[in-house]
């Protein structure tokens, strides 16, 4: 005898329940490639999205103009609605009002386009990291919260905004066109008249556990009644990652009697307005790209002919969050934790957003306050000519910023907080941003036109050089050929300082299109960011003279052979902390050091159905209760094996989606 789905069998001793994967698939289609907006919070408030504990349930509506939000916001019979956007509406004025209607807003999904919007869209801040960076009412406070320069004009602050329901982000696929289809079969109002029940529903699930402020949850976190204590949030960070051209001792901290050390910087990391999806292509790979292909320039020439200074190499993770790879460092240099201290700094060389440049022309940036001590005005002037005749040699022109403007968002911002040394941050624009999808998911392989004829391999891809490579190439071979003489090297033509353009192509493929690629796979045994960076610094920068950090290398496999031939690399790369010194203070309202944490959170999940009426959105649930029910009265143990036709309408308003 079958029934709901299943058949019973006789056979005791045996009972497996598929019932309830049955009914599920018959009333559900899950919504597999989603991405949600995730809390975050710092030492004031909270920022971001979340669901109720169970999820968010609302009727469909796919919002076709910002002059359609009236149905959603006041005359829609059926709320509360979750509103489908296309990346067009994405913008503050439609969500700051879907914000304030939040009684009749259950969730958004934003459709991701396939193709960049035309025009820009930022959800950052017009001015990133104002109150953690050099400039205050201390410090040269005519250029603090970006009083002279906005730098990010197309900021539009969403990403800063507090949302009391869910909101995900959906690709324009497969999924989001049932989604559509089931909006028009069942919800779209015709004629003016309202549609009926049945109608098309979507439920959100993406639930919050920390609230209110970083200082709450970790004050939570140490609440310690249980055997295991729930965890409600966690502190924002990661590791630097960092190498030296001479091997620096790292077990004996702090200062080092006549060690001179040019620091050349880049971030590591980038955001955006959704969980994970933070290509960073110009705000942040651009630049670390840049610094790796110099590094791998320098390498030849540092161990035959090594100059006077060490260079260090360091690429700060979580700089977007108030500086906190950049700020631990220099925190770590000032409590003697660091293998140097801030007084074995000569100079800084900080490698900004340098994949958009117009007209081949670079941007040097320096802090005009720190120049007027004519000790480091000099080597500020010495640090720009080496790049200027660096950049003659390769044919690109470099202009340098007049004293009418501060330093742009950046790490070495942060050692000025500390120490006035000499520096200079080189970018691709004079004041604000060129880069039009600042901390966006839009910030991706295709707005820094790396691109690939259609007849190519994956291999092919991998080897060919774009424009954008042979551009970063050139910038590279300026940064290296300037750290070169900046740390007191002779002879830079001579040396043959130049970077790879196959090296910076393969890195940009590896980074911006496909990770899971032969040459990755033969370098770093993990596809995290933090480690594929750290992997690929050892590889590029090759062995040294003394104390060696040793990596395994998995090696490329033989021909006619599946079986890699591992080798061992020694370098000086290491990794430190990029973990905030407010949590290793416990000062969690600082207002010196970034206090960031995000929440944690259960599994994600949206799907979709047909709900009856408000008042039996619960009855799918419900019919899956009564069905084991039924089968425990009727039998003690069955076995129930799925049936794969279709459930029909049933008097208890359960059904298929079909």
């Known amino acids: 005898m079958s029934t709901l789905g299943g058949v019973f069998s006789s056979k005791p001793g045996r009972w497996i329940c598929v019932i309830c994967n049955s009914v599920e698939k018959k009333i559900y289609v899950n919504l597999n490639n989603t991405v949600p907006c995730v809390r975050l919070l710092n030492a004031t408030h909270q920022i971001g999205c979340q669901s109720s504990l169970s999820g968010n349930v609302g009727v469909v509506h796919v919002l076709e103009s910002e002059e359609n939000l009236e149905w959603v916001l006041s005359s829609g019979p059926h709320p509360p609605y979750v509103v489908i956007l296309d990346s067009p509406l994405f913008t503050r004025s439609v969500m700051m009002k879907l914000k304030n209607g939040s009684r009749r807003v259950a969730g958004i999904a934003v459709v991701a386009p396939n193709a960049n919007p035309p025009e820009g869209f930022s959800p950052h801040t017009t001015c990133p990291n104002e109150n953690t960076g050099v400039y205050s009412e201390d410090y040269d406070p005519i250029f603090a919260h970006c009083n002279i320069t906005v730098w990010n004009p197309l900021g539009n602050g969403l990403s800063y905004e507090e949302f009391d329901f869910p909101i995900f982000s959906l690709k324009d696929d497969n999924e989001t066109q049932v989604i559509r289809q089931c909006y028009l079969d069942h919800n779209r109002a015709a004629n003016g008249t309202a549609p009926q029940y049945p109608l098309c529903a979507i439920e959100l699930f993406s639930h ?46 702090g200062h080092k009697m006549w060690e001179s050390v040019v620091i050349a910087a880049a971030r590591l990391d980038s ?33 035959q002919a090594p100059p006077n200074r060490t260079i260090l190499y360091t690429l700060f993770q979580g700089e977007t969050f108030d500086y906190i790879g950049s700020s631990r460092m220099v925190y770590d240099m000032q409590n003697n934790q660091f293998a140097v201290d801030l007084n074995n700094v000569h100079s800084f060389l900080e490698i900004g957003q340098v994949g958009l440049r117009s007209d081949s022309k670079l941007w040097l940036h320096s802090d005009q306050l720190s120049r007027k001590n004519t000790s480091v005005n000099d080597e500020v002037k010495k640090l720009i000519e080496n790049l200027q005749s660096a950049a003659g040699r390769v044919g690109i022109s470099v202009g340098e910023v007049g004293f009418s403007q501060p330093l742009p968002p950046s790490s070495f911002q942060r050692f000025l907080r500390a120490k006035p040394i000499p520096g200079v941050v080189i970018e691709d624009h004079q004041s604000a941003f060129t880069n039009r999808f600042y901390a966006s998911m839009y910030d991706n392989a295709e707005y820094l036109n790396v691109s690939y004829p259609s007849n190519l391999t994956l291999e092919e891809q991998l080897e060919w050089v774009t424009d ?191």
């Open 208 to 253: 919050m556990s920390a609230v209110t402020d970083t200082a709450t949850c970790m004050r939570r976190n140490d609440i310690n009644f249980s055997i295991s204590p729930e965890i409600v949030c966690d502190p924002l960070g990661d590791y630097n990652v960092w190498a030296s051209t001479r091997p620096l001792n790292n077990t004996a901290k």
């Open 271 to 303: 955001r955006s307005f959704f969980f994970d999806i933070a290509p960073g292509a110009e705000s942040g790979v651009s630049g670390f790209i840049t610094l790796l292909a110099a590094a791998h320039a320098l390498r030849n020439a540092t161990q």
């Open 468 to 658: 954008t490579a042979q551009a970063l190439t050139e910038v590279a071979t300026i940064v290296a050929q300037a750290l070169y003489k900046q740390a007191g090297g002779q002879d830079v033509e001579a040396r043959g300082i130049t970077a790879d353009p196959k090296m910076v192509a393969r890195m940009l493929y590896s980074f911006l299109i496909r990770s899971n690629n032969s040459w990755f796979q033969q370098l770093v045994p993990s596809d995290e960011p933090t480690l594929l960076v750290q992997y690929l610094l050892a590889n590029l920068t090759g062995s040294t003279v003394n104390m060696y950090y040793y990596m395994w290398v998995q090696g490329a496999a033989p021909p006619n052979s599946t079986e890699r031939e591992g080798f061992c690399t020694r370098s000086t790369v290491r990794l430190s902390k990029a973990l905030s010194p407010a949590f290793e203070l416990r000062d969690y309202t600082s207002k010196e050091y970034s206090t960031w944490t995000e929440s944690r959170w259960k599994p994600f999940k949206g799907r979709i159905f047909l709900v009856a009426s408000h008042d039996l959105e619960v009855i799918p649930l419900n019919c899956v209760q009564m069905a084991f029910t039924l089968l425990r009265i009727q039998t003690g143990t069955a076995l129930l094996q799925q049936q794969q036709a279709p459930l029909s309408p049933s008097p208890h308003n359960c059904w298929g989606l079909y």
